[in-house]
């Protein structure tokens, strides 16, 4: 596994925008303030979903491992949301 995630970082040239904005189900992007990713990037990518977008303050990208009910209070409050269909969107 080590040496496949190694060989993706190396090789993955990203997904193109066109196949990211064809995904039509509710989204949500979510990363910690403390991140190895940019919060561009996450903003870009919840832009293209049309979903929404969490940092999640005072945390790193490994802390929902450690603090997981910060982030299921976020989760829980986004899937009980009303949906765009729901709406009459």
Do not use: C
């Not at 509710?26 to 403390?34: G, I, Q, R, T, Y």
């Amino acid at each position: 596994m080590v040496e496949k995630s190694a060989e993706l970082a190396r090789t993955f040239k990203g997904i193109p925008p066109e196949k990211i904005q064809a995904i039509k189900a509710p989204s949500l992007v979510f990363m910690a303030d403390k991140d190895y990713v940019r919060p561009e990037h996450g903003e870009e990518l919840a832009r293209l979903l049309k979903g929404e977008f969490l940092i999640l303050p005072k945390n790193t990208h490994m802390s929902y491992l450690f603090k997981p009910k910060k982030l299921l209070e976020k989760w829980i409050a986004f899937l009980d949301a009303p949906s765009p269909k729901q709406m009459g969107y």
